[in-house]
Nanobody
Framework: QVQLVESGGGLVQPGGSLRLSCAAS????????MGWYRQASGKRRELVAD???????NYADSVKGRFTISRDNAKNTVYLQMSSLKPEDTAVYYC???????????????WGQGTQVTVSS
């Protein structure tokens, strides 16, 4: 019901900026929230930021003041603007969408394939 297409990852120097995008292609699915998670090699996947359809946002403490999440509900696209990047931000970043399947009870979650962000000089 959902396909998430991520873009914007790559190599950036410390202190630089990068913007990630995730576009959701939907079929009989309505989104309640979208967000970004990241996972460094050998570590747990962690929430970076998410945003609800109503615009409420949530950020990990480690990225507050540096990252900004936003969304275009009409396009079913979520963005993550990353600034003042640090080497510890290096990880695979995964797009996430959760919502409702038409005529089905409950909430479902979908994940993108991930995009690599590397912060290094």
């Amino acid at each position: 019901q959902v396909q998430l297409v991520e873009s914007g990852g790559g190599l950036v120097q410390p202190g630089g900026s990068l913007r990630l995008s995730c576009a959701a292609s939907l079929s009989a699915f309505s989104i309640n929230a979208m967000g970004w998670y990241r996972q460094a090699s050998g570590k747990r996947r962690e929430l970076v930021a998410d945003i609800t359809s109503g615009g409420s946002t949530n950020y990990a403490d480690s990225v507050k003041g540096r990252f900004t999440i936003s969304r275009d509900n009409a396009k079913n696209t979520v963005y993550l603007q990353m600034s003042s990047l640090k080497p510890e931000d290096t990880a695979v970043y995964y797009c996430n969408a959760r919502g409702r399947i038409t005529r089905m009870v409950g909430e479902y979650m979908y994940w993108g394939q991930g995009t690599q962000v590397t912060v290094s000089s």
